[in-house]
């Protein structure tokens, strides 16, 4: 089972800037493993925010396009959302999660909590 933890989340203000990164273990590389971020705030459902797919294409929420940036390390097992122009509606519980292309995610971080005031 892939363990996945994440962490750089805090505080911003306005405009600001933070990047989240999910460190996997015990995972071996495998390019049919994708992986994305999510987020959740409270009394919201959860938004698919970054995504990855088969090919390492990207796909981002209307909401942070041209705002967030997903990318990876294969190296060091890590994944990133580096997140700019932050505004208080980013606000929210950032989760990674991974899963076997195309089926799903099972496997999900514990979160690490953005907030960012104006």
């Known amino acids: 089972q892939v363990h996945l933890v994440e962490s750089g989340g805090g505080s911003a203000q306005a405009g600001g800037s933070l990047t989240l990164s999910c460190v996997a273990s015990?995972?071996?590389?495998?390019?049919?493993?994708?992986m994305g971020w999510f987020r959740q705030a409270p009394g919201k459902e959860r938004e698919g925010v970054a995504l990855?797919?088969?090919?390492?294409?990207?796909t981002y929420a209307d909401s942070v396009q041209g705002r967030f940036s997903i990318s990876k390390n294969i190296a060091k097992n890590t994944l990133y959302l580096q997140m700019n122009s932050l505004t208080p509606e980013d606000t929210s519980m950032y989760h990674c999660?991974?899963?076997?292309?195309?089926?799903?995610?099972?496997?999900w971080g514990q979160g690490t909590q953005v907030t960012v005031s104006s």
């Open positions: 990855l797919d088969i090919n390492d294409r990207a």
């Open positions: 999660a991974g899963g076997r292309c195309g089926a799903g995610y099972n496997s």
């Open positions: 015990g995972y071996h590389y495998n390019p049919n493993y994708c």
